[in-house]
Each structure stands twice: as structure tokens, then as C-alpha cells.
């Protein structure tokens, strides 16, 4: 019998999870500390401002137009700062240069629930940074999706802080197994682009703490991120990089010891912003001033700071050069990544990330001797989609299409990543007739639908950085899909969108697949689900409105105020933002109002079927046990979930494993709770609390299955504030 896997959190073992360590062996911060005591004030000042090459004046000619730069001091032999986006791959590392890996979206990979998959992601795009030479890479965005609308959904990993801290602190420890620095962001409540550097959020810490920071502090425990970068919002009256969360949350709350940079242009102070806790300004250019350059020298001089704590800055900064290998481990530039070697990674995540959310009588997979197949809209000729802004991967054979909406200047085309369903479609069938319609005429569309066997309409939804999106396809692409529906009634969509979308055409339709942005080798991994070479096992990382009026704040935050032009360029006034579902984000938010949405949290469907016994729980170890059957007829793999309520309250998720099993085998499996999931923060005592009382355990498909329950009770517990569980990644017991 093979191996049946469990991946409860992650039982990959700390040596995969954990960074790589540096190869001296002596204190990072000793070393540090004495490498400041050698700088002059100037050389120190140097190291906490930095450019952005792609406007910088006076460029030098070694530093390629790219997302950051801080000249070196090579008289002490520390390099320079050369910083690349994003979290999904090299963006943009040079100008003229487009062959980078793409991995899917940050939804895509958070779908696969399988921690394996983000740190591999994440060290071959560190990897292939590291030969472009670069040595900080600004990836690891863990914004919780609290804002369905937001333009940089997709970016980010989820409404669930389990989930998002444990995926994106893997895709940060595999960055950083590369003697490189990732720099997980935005911190913090970074949930909309709309009105982002003007808008204020309002909530209290306890909130805070149970919810998005808890994402944080996640990452921070999994990777140990060299760096981290302050959001443009403000929080509670402060700008996310003037906020005494730097300070006394990161810092003190978690022992974090790595150097805080803000987000390029997220600037306002000198004095303010020091004291509480920025170590670096960077994209200078985008600010009103240098505030972290003559400026710094001048409130220094003038004893509104000091020295000290411009050691401080410069410390943290060299702390996380030593810690994760930078000094000790230059980049060497010039050392063309081995992209044939790599191009596996994306199409594992994709196919792994590809949530299967409808399939009325056994549409899918496509029957083997199908005559004739529509393909119809997309640009499924071309390519898949991708995400636009600071994030955008631009591999070699990029496809440019005009944005279906006005952009912000700084998205000019939509790109498509060079793999084309249509021609894996072909491949997949050789024998059938396939056919393409760009969808862009309706009647046209019905028309090819209606003479095939089958329809296959593939639908967009383009989201960016810089604009919020509707909870939308773009243009007419309802109407198409509800045309070709009712000319052919074996039509099957295929979604490539950036976030959650109404479906208004749901009941017309066999099947659905969501395939988010699916990457550098999308257009393969489709087939490969549509055609069945692949099992889907994708699970949805957020919850699917059935409309806005479902949503927390059914306006878009800040959509009513007056703005200067439709592109996004001119900010509203400042406004406030209140969240009404606290911490009870997402499903969360659904189970406390009684409200169904059109697709749960978690959420996925199979080839094959999956039932679930013997839940059972460890009160003193805090570890529940079951067992996972596949009773189809098929291998695949499914993705249990435990969901906790503490007394009272909405059922947290505190748990997964994945279960890859052949038809008919059984595998028992072991999830170690994190309390700090099922707990509240107390403020006044700065701990969390694990209410006494009985709490309601459930082992389920999704958010919202029934699934198999069982009561246990617990004794109140607390735990320091600066707790962590000995293993970050939850224990891990599976049979054979």
C-alpha cells in the first residue's frame, strides 16, 4: 500500500519549514553590533533611505530598473540593497528581461491547502532572484481578504489566519532558504486599494490581535521574515508606518528581531515614525521629503533623536543580513535561472490549487471520445490570466491585452502568461474538433456552442494593484455565459478571476472550475483537470458571496466619496472604515448572521468521494484524531477540516490534513491544535484566554458541512502573550 499523507498545519518536519540557517556561527547580533560600531553616522544613514530605480535620478548603470535599491558600504563589506517584487515571482527584475517563473496567485496556492507547495513556490522564485541578484525580495503578503472588492486580493492567502499565516510563512521560509531576505507585508488591515493611503481603520486590539495580526505572528514563527513592510493606511488615527504596532506588537509582543521598511511613498514624519518604530524609508522618491536622510542627520543633531536609536535602525537591518545569510552568501548577478528545471513548481501549484465548485451529473472530466468542443472567450487562444501591479511576473512570450476597465497608470496592458488552454485542450483531445470564438459577439458565440458536444466558456475577472474590482466578471461576460447556456446544455465554465464572483448564471451550467490566476503553466493544468489526468482537490481559501447585499459593508468603503478622476489616481478625502464582523471574518461572519453563500469557505469538490469517522479528541495535548476513507472509484486527495467553537461563539478553523488515498484505502490522521485560534486576547492582562466550558469540535468538507461533531470540554487556560506552540506547524502522526 502507498504512503497516505497528512498534512495537519504542515508535517513536512522543521527541516523543510524552517529557514535555512546562516553559515556563520556566531550571534547575529554581536556581529551586527559590531559592524555599527565601525560606521560613521553618514555610512549609517545610507542604509535606512532607499530608491526606486525605476524613477531614480542619476541610476547607477549596475542597478536594473527594479522595485528598490540601497547603495552598499563596501569599505566594511556590506552590500547593497537590491529589492525585486513580489510574492509570486521576479517581477519586472529588468527592464527588457521577461523569463522569470510565475507562479499562480496567492488565492491559487492558498486553495491547494498544502503548505509543501508554497515553500516550494517560494524557493525557486527566491532562487531565481538570488541569480538575477537580488538579495530582498518583497513577498509575503498575508492581508487577510476582508474586503471581497479588494484590487490585491489575489495577491494575498485567504480570509482564515491559520490558513494565511501558515501558507505565506512557507512561501517566506522557502525565499529565505536562498540566503535572501523576504519581507512579508502590508502590516497591517491593508484590505482595500481604494482610498489606501488616505483611509483610516478603526478597530480595537483584541480584534486585532484574533484576526489579522494573528496572520502576522504566524509568519513570523513558521520563517522568521528578515523584514517587514508597513502598510499606506492609517490605523486607529496613525499611518500603518508610524504606528506604536511596530514597536510594541512585533517587536515586543513577539520577539521579532528583523528591520521594519515601509511601503514605497507610506512616509510622513522623521521623528514620529522613528520612535515608533521604522527602521527604513524606502521608494524615497514617491515621499514629499527624504525623511530618513538630512532630515534624520537634523533631528539627530538637534537631540529630537538619537544616535542610539539610529543604532538601533542600522542594527536591525544588519541583524537580518547576518541571520539569514546575506553577508555571508553574496548574490552573484548574472547566472541565468534554470527555468526548464522549474517550470514543474507553477504547474503543480496550479493543478493543486484549481477548486472544482460545481459538476451536475458528472460533467467533468471530459468524456475521451467527445467529437467536437467550443472554446469560447478568455483569451484562451492566448494565454491565462494574471494579476496587475507591483506583483506581476512578466515570463518570456508575455501576451499584452488592453484593460477592460480605465487603470491606474502604472497598468497599461493586461498580461497573459503565455499558456494557452486552447492549445492544451487540443493536445488533450487530439481526436475531437476543437473549435474558438473570442466570445466577443454573443450571437457568434451561441452560434459555435451550439454545434458542439460541448461548450467550454472561459471567463475573466482582471483585478490590480492600485483599483478595487466589482465582485464581478468583467463586461458582458454574464450575459455570454447565460446565452451559450441556453444554446447548449452542456456548457462548463472556467473562471480565471482574481477573487470571489457573483455567478447569476450558476443554475444554467454543468459545471464549474475556479482557476484563479493560474500561472506561467495555467493553461495546462486546466486541461489536465477538465480532461481528468488530474483529480481537482482544490478547496476555496474564501468565502463566495452569493451578492453584496451578504457582505459586512455592502458599499464599497469609500466608493461614495467624490474623486478627482475614474482612474484611481486622485484619493478621496480621508475616510474612516469599520469593519462590522470584528474578527469573525469571512465564514465566520456568515455562520454568526445565518446567511448562506453562494460557495463556503473551504470548499471544493472531487472525482471521487470522501467519508470521514472516528473523531476523537486529546484534552491534554489539545490533538483531535480521525480517519479518511476514499469511497470512489478514483485516487485523489481531499482536505479535511476541523472547525472549533468555543462556547458561544462562531466555529474557528484550527486544523487540516490532506489525505491522498487510492480508491477504497483509509488513513488515520492527527491535527495538534494551536489554541490561540479557539482562544480570545485579553487586553487588560495581555494574554489569551481559552474559555472554560464546552466547546463544539467538527471534522468537515467545508465551512459549512455538518460534517461529524463531537463536545468537548476544557479548563480555562491562558498563555502569555509572547507564546508560540513548540511546533509552529502542528504535530504530525499518520499510518502507513
Known amino acids: 500500500m502507498r504512503k497516505t499523507l497528512a498534512l495537519p498545519l504542515l508535517a513536512l518536519g522543521l527541516a523543510l519549514a524552517a529557514p535555512a540557517p546562516a553559515q556563520d556561527r556566531t550571534d547575529p547580533d554581536a556581529r551586527a553590533a559590531a559592524l555599527v560600531a565601525q560606521m560613521t553616522r553618514a555610512e549609517k544613514i545610507r542604509l535606512v533611505h532607499g530608491h526606486y530605480p525605476n524613477i531614480m535620478a542619476d541610476r547607477p548603470d549596475d542597478v536594473p530598473q527594479s522595485a528598490g535599491y540601497v547603495p552598499g558600504i563596501p569599505r566594511l563589506g556590506i552590500p547593497a540593497q537590491r529589492m525585486t517584487d513580489a510574492s509570486l515571482g521576479v517581477s519586472a527584475a529588468h527592464q527588457h528581461e521577461h523569463d522569470n517563473t510565475a507562479l499562480p496567485s496567492g488565492l491559487a496556492l492558498a486553495a491547494s491547502f498544502d503548505p509543501r507547495i508554497a515553500y516550494r513556490g517560494g524557493k525557486t522564485i527566491g532562487s531565481e532572484a538570488r541569480t538575477r541578484g537580488f538579495n530582498v525580495m518583497l513577498a509575503g503578503g498575508v492581508n487577510l481578504v476582508r474586503e471581497p472588492r479588494g484590487g490585491r486580493n489575489f495577491e494575498y492567502a485567504g480570509e482564515d489566519a491559520l490558513l494565511a499565516g501558515t501558507m505565506v510563512g512557507q512561501s517566506v521560509a522557502g525565499i529565505q532558504s536562498n540566503h535572501i531576505v523576504a519581507t512579508t507585508k502590508h502590516f497591517a488591515l491593508n484590505a482595500q486599494d481604494l482610498g489606501r493611503d488616505v483611509l483610516n481603520v478603526v478597530m480595537d486590539e483584541a480584534t486585532m490581535r484574533e484576526s489579522d ?3 502576522f505572528q504566524k509568519v513570523i514563527e513558521i520563517a522568521d521574515p528578515g523584514a517587514i513592510m508597513c502598510a499606506y493606511n492609517k490605523v486607529n488615527g496613525d499611518y500603518a508606518c508610524e504606528s506604536k504596532m511596530l514597536t510594541d506588537i512585533a517587536r515586543k509582543d513577539w520577539g521579532w528581531k528583523g528591520w521594519m521598511m ?50 538601533a535602525m542600522v542594527s536591525r537591518i544588519l541583524r537580518s543580513y547576518y541571520a539569514h545569510g546575506v553577508m555571508d552568501n553574496p548574490v552573484q548577478p548574472g547566472v541565468r535561472p534554470d527555468l526548464a528545471a522549474h517550470a514543474h513548481v507553477p504547474l503543480e501549484a496550479a493543478r493543486a490549487g484549481i477548486v472544482l465548485l460545481k459538476n451536475e451529473g458528472n460533467a467533468l472530466p471530459l468524456a475521451a471520445g467527445a467529437r467536437s468542443i467550443a472554446v469560447i472567450g478568455g483569451a484562451a487562444n492566448l494565454g491565462v490570466y494574471s494579476g496587475g501591479g507591483s506583483s506581476q511576473v512578466k515570463p518570456e512570450g508575455i501576451v499584452l491585452l488592453p484593460p477592460p476597465v480605465p487603470a491606474p497608470s502604472f497598468i497599461r496592458a493586461i498580461y497573459l502568461h503565455p499558456s494557452a488552454p486552447l492549445d492544451a485542450i487540443r493536445a488533450a483531445a487530439p481526436q475531437a474538433r476543437v473549435s474558438y470564438d473570442n466570445g466577443r459577439t454573443i450571437a457568434e458565440a451561441v452560434e459555435a456552442a451550439r454545434g458542439a458536444d460541448v461548450a467550454l466558456v472561459f471567463a475573466s475577472q482582471f483585478t490590480m494593484e492600485g483599483q478595487d474590482a466589482a465582485m464581478a466578471l468583467d463586461g458582458e461576460q454574464d450575459a455570454l455565459i447565460a446565452a451559450v447556456a441556453a444554446a447548449n446544455p452542456n456548457t462548463i465554465v472556467v473562471l480565471e478571476t482574481g477573487a470571489a464572483v457573483k455567478m447569476p448564471w450558476l443554475g444554467d451550467v454543468r459545471a464549474v472550475i475556479e482557476a484563479w490566476y493560474p500561472g506561467g503553466r495555467g493553461g495546462e493544468a486546466i486541461a489536465d483537470v477538465l480532461f481528468g489526468r488530474v483529480n481537482p482537490s482544490g478547496r476555496l481559501p474564501v468565502t463566495f458571496p452569493a451578492d453584496e447585499s451578504q457582505l459586512p459593508n455592502p458599499v464599497h468603503p469609500g466608493s461614495l466619496l467624490p474623486r478627482g478622476n475614474e482612474l484611481g489616481n486622485t484619493q478621496p478625502e480621508p475616510f474612516d472604515v469599520t469593519y462590522p464582523e470584528g474578527a469573525d471574518i469571512g465564514y465566520r ?23 470521514y469517522s472516528g473523531l476523537s479528541f486529546d484534552h491534554g495535548r489539545l490533538t483531535a484524531r480521525f480517519t479518511v476513507a476514499n469511497t470512489g472509484a478514483r485516487e485523489g486527495t481531499d482536505t479535511p477540516q476541523l472547525y472549533l467553537a468555543p462556547p458561544g461563539e462562531q466555529a474557528r478553523l484550527v486544523g487540516w490534513a490532506r489525505a491522498e488515498l487510492a480508491p477504497g484505502e483509509s488513513g488515520s490522521y492527527s491535527v495538534t491544535i494551536d489554541p490561540r485560534f479557539a482562544a480570545t486576547f485579553d487586553v487588560a492582562s495581555r494574554q489569551w484566554v481559552l474559555r472554560a466550558g464546552e466547546y463544539r469540535l467538527r471534522l468537515a468538507a467545508h465551512a459549512g458541512d455538518p460534517g461529524q461533531a463531537i463536545t468537548i470540554t476544557l479548563p480555562r487556560r491562558t498563555y502569555a502573550v509572547d507564546w508560540q506552540p513548540e511546533d509552529p506547524l502542528g504535530a504530525f502522526d499518520g499510518d502507513d
Open 213 to 215: 495580526l494573528l496572520a
Open 262 to 311: 515601509s511601503d514605497w511613498g507610506a512616509v510622513y514624519s522623521t521623528v514620529k515614525a522613528v520612535r515608533s518604530g521604522l527602521d527604513q524609508e524606502m521608494g524615497e522618491e514617491l515621499d514629499e521629503w527624504v525623511w530618513f536622510g538630512g532630515m534624520l542627520d537634523d533631528a539627530i543633531d538637534s537631540g529630537a533623536l538619537s544616535e542610539t536609536q539610529l543604532d
Open 589 to 611: 461572519w456568515y455562520d454568526k448572521t445565518g446567511v448562506t453563500p453562494l460557495f463556503p469557505f473551504g470548499f471544493g469538490l472531487s472525482y471521487t468521494s470522501f467519508a
